[in-house]
């Protein structure tokens, strides 16, 4: 008789761990679920137990839809949520259920073959990458999923990159192999030529003529590692929750063929990448056979491979169908890291140097101990603001232990110290109270008002901090008591690398619609900004609105609904808009002196101030170059500690003035700035505030000399269309988009109408001319094509565009 899943009555159980157990029946090998002891975070299991991995892929690759699978077969849900439904446990904000995709990333926590699996299900679009971008900063390990029809995607590239930036292992999972069109093989090609990454194919499809799936003649996998036959039982069970293993032997004839051919490719992968595989191949054991290479030797040469980052697994799957997805949890537990297999993170030092948390005990050591039993070191990395319990802080602890009314110090705001009131265990949107959160997990923290995204959480005993923050300075004191400070204190003790979000491309205005509202609007738009680090918010003091910038047109549509349907703000929305850039159209020079008196006391400050255009205006990054010469010998002390302080002022107010040009307000870049012949005319004087505020404003001098120019973003295009709608779409992009055509080439995906071949249309288009652009590529193509957009920087505008742009912003040229 087949052990089946025992699972307690009703949908949603919130603390579970389940073991899949096994057993033989016939000569085949059943997996099924059984209910165990509930993982609670007060018996942690030790940290090689701990799997902190995140699902990323392309917009509508099943992302959701596995996480979905996994969770009942870890025996999570009851029944199995469906997207297109809108009962998922994963995408629960109204508007996700209402489009169908992943906005905001969730986390949950669940069990698997005895071990605990904190999982980060993230969005797929490319509105939402700071979502992707701050769930890795905390990953140990990662699903990619890749769709068997379209082969790898735009911003599965993306995410694919993201990850490689932070060295994250990764496994891949070719999803939706029931489809018409599907192609493992095309999609292993894709791995190795779009994503220049190694695949080690791990099983193989095995087709016969019995319409199993429909679309296709899937029947089962052939398990390379194991050399068996794996059998979703979907008649019998349509959950998928019976999956079958049997041995496969010679007399199977074509598949253990196959297997061993697949077999011995893996093998020889992993010989070119793990010398220890070699020699256990050439031993007198093995003696050179493929075949009789230990399956635990393959599976740890695999294990290696991986963490390394070297080679990723590849399993194939459907998870709509409910088959794949138990496989490939047993990969995460088999390949993927615990927290004790990876990298120490990247810190900084309280000098600012780059280092790496170290393990050694130095007395001169600054640096935090990766130690369990250490001083706390924690990483915030997400701010959800609840309406009944304020701010939640979700962090991973790499240091120490986490407790329940805990004092913190948040070194990135400058020491101010906050009691973490309750920590919470969190699965999706419904939480769990617990005692700790121990060393190595992720979790949620209660009453930190001043924390944000990014931030780095010390104990106040940690050996970075200053004996001031430890014996605790009135001024931190009356941070603890809720006085606001608008000053932005400088970082203190260790630092764990912060996380990098991309500037703003849209923006819009938003206006409340009474003065009752203004409030109300007010404190949304602070809670939408601390939940959204891509967010924006910004004041125009010539039309006085309230601007509110995002990362695309769904970005903040999103917002504009969440504020509008759940939030029940009374306020209106403007048109939406691009945002652009400012650059210094030609080399010109500002002498200014400014003399004032504040507070009743005189100070004056002059120097000279020359901006100049950087050549390379398509430079992806914004950037500026800051060049302040303050003479050695200026009235200065003997240290030179005055000289720095007015150095660093200097600078300050530069960099404060390159947040606004004088065109119309955007951020200036591409901009080379020198500052000479700085004058000094007394300690009582000359004052750093006074330097701060002269540089800034010689520099807005200098910059309306220089006849500045506006910068459009530039967006990379990829069209996927119909050869037959070609024609159409190119004279769309070359006309009225100004777009210019890189490239034109057949796509590699299999198509079923082989009359009208599908193109890969890729092109460079100013982003201010795309916005409407789904709906007008669906009106051009009949709705058979899609494509994906990317800001890649920005390029010079025409002068009868910026005309056209300066007289719609401000009705006048």
Excluded at 211 to 240: Q, Y
Excluded at 244 to 249: A, D, F, I, M, P
Aim: proline share 4%; glycine share 8%.
């Amino acid at each position: 008789m087949l052990l089946r899943g025992c699972l307690a009555a009703g949908k949603h159980l919130r603390t579970p761990a389940f073991l899949r157990t096994s057993c033989s029946s016939f000569g085949s090998v059943i997996y099924a679920q059984r209910h165990r002891a509930l993982f609670t975070t007060d018996a942690v299991d030790p940290l090689s137990r701990v799997r902190n991995i995140g699902i990323i892929a392309h917009i509508d690759a099943g992302k959701t839809t596995t996480t979905e699978r996994m969770l009942h077969y870890a025996g999570f849900t009851r029944t199995i949520g469906d997207v297109d439904d809108g009962d998922t446990i994963m995408d629960y904000l109204p508007a996700e259920r209402e489009r169908g995709i992943t906005i905001q990333s969730a986390a949950i926590t669940f069990g698997w073959r005895d071990h605990q699996l904190h999982l980060i299900d993230t969005p797929g679009h490319v509105d939402f990458t700071v979502e992707v971008e701050r769930a890795m900063r905390v990953l140990d390990g990662a699903v990619t999923i890749i769709d068997a029809v379209s082969g790898v995607q735009a911003q599965t590239k993306t995410v694919w990159t993201q990850a490689s930036r932070y060295q994250i292992p990764r496994i891949i999972f070719v999803n939706k192999m029931d489809r018409d069109g599907a192609n493992w093989r095309k999609s292993v090609r894709d791995i190795e030529a779009k994503l220049s990454a190694r695949p080690l194919v791990l099983m193989i499809p095995e087709y016969t003529g019995g319409e199993r799936l429909e679309g296709g003649t899937l029947e089962s996998w052939l398990d390379v590692v194991a050399m068996e036959r794996v059998v979703f039982d979907i008649r019998a069970d349509n959950t998928g929750a019976t999956v079958r293993r049997e041995k496969l032997v010679a007399g199977n004839g074509a598949s253990f063929q196959a297997a061993a051919d697949a077999r011995e490719q893996l093998v020889e992968a992993l010989a070119e990448i793990d010398q220890h595989i070699v020699d256990v191949f050439l031993g007198d054991d093995v003696d050179g056979d493929h075949l009789r290479l230990p399956t635990a030797e393959l599976r740890a040469a695999i294990r290696r491979a991986t963490l390394s980052s070297q080679a990723s697994p590849v399993l194939l799957g459907a998870s709509f169908r409910n088959i794949g997805v138990q496989p490939l949890l047993d990969a995460i537990i088999d390949y993927l890291p615990a927290p004790t297999d990876r990298p120490l993170p990247l810190a900084l030092s309280p000098a600012s140097s780059p280092t790496q948390l170290s393990k050694t005990d130095s007395e001169d050591s600054k640096q935090a101990h990766l130690d369990p039993s250490g001083k706390l070191v924690a990483f915030a990395f997400k701010v959800i603001v609840d309406q009944q319990r304020g701010p939640m802080v979700f962090v991973r602890v790499y240091s120490g232990t986490l407790d329940s009314r805990m004092t913190l110090v948040n070194g990135t705001r400058g020491g101010v110290k906050e009691r973490a009131t309750k920590l919470l265990q969190m699965y999706a949107d419904t939480p769990e109270e617990i005692s700790s959160i121990a060393c190595g997990h992720i979790g949620v923290v209660l009453g930190l008002k001043q924390t944000k995204t990014g931030d780095t959480l010390l104990h106040p005993q940690h050996s970075s901090l200053s004996r001031s923050i430890k014996s605790g300075s009135k001024k931190h004191s009356k941070m603890m008591a809720g006085v606001s400070d608008t000053t932005e204190q400088p970082a203190i003790g260790l630092q764990l690398h912060g996380i990098d979000v991309p500037p703003p491309v849209f923006f819009c205005a938003v206006e409340a619609d009474s003065p009752q509202d203004v409030r109300p609007l007010n404190e949304a738009l602070a809670n939408m900004t601390l939940e959204d680090p891509s967010l924006h918010i910004s004041h125009d003091d010539e039309t006085g609105q309230t601007l509110l910038s995002g990362m695309g047109e769904l970005h903040l549509e999103v917002v504009r609904d969440r504020m509008l349907k759940d939030m029940k703000i009374n306020a209106s929305f403007g048109q939406m808009r691009v945002s652009y850039r400012e650059m210094a159209g030609q080399e010109a020079t500002a002498e200014f002196v400014y003399a004032k008196d504040i507070a009743n006391k005189a100070v004056k400050a002059a120097m000279r101030v020359t901006v100049s255009p950087i050549a390379d205006a398509e430079a992806c990054a914004d950037s500026n170059s800051v060049d302040v010469d303050v003479p050695e010998s200026l009235g200065m002390d003997e240290s030179g500690s005055q000289r720095e302080a007015v150095l660093a002022a200097i600078t300050e107010g530069i960099r404060s003035a390159l947040y606004r040009g004088t065109l119309l307000g955007f951020p200036v870049t591409h901009t080379a700035i020198r500052v000479s012949d700085v004058q000094y005319f007394g300690e009582d004087l000359s004052t750093t505030a006074a330097y701060r505020a002269c540089a800034s404003q010689a520099f807005f001098q200098a910059l309306k000399l220089s006849n500045p120019v506006l910068l459009e973003p530039i967006a990379r295009t990829t069209i996927l269309c119909p050869e037959s709608h070609i024609g159409s779409v190119l004279s769309d992009l070359n006309g009225a988009r100004k777009g210019r055509v890189l490239s034109l080439d057949d796509s590699d995906a299999e198509c079923l109408d082989s009359t009208n071949a599908t193109k890969v249309l890729v092109a460079e288009v100013p982003l201010s001319t795309m916005v409407g652009y789904s709906s007008s590529l669906r009106s051009l193509t009949a709705g058979s094509a899609t494509f994906t957009m990317e800001v890649t920087g920005f390029g010079p505008m025409a002068a009868q565009q910026q005309q056209l742009v300066l007289k719609e912003s401000l009705g006048y040229c």
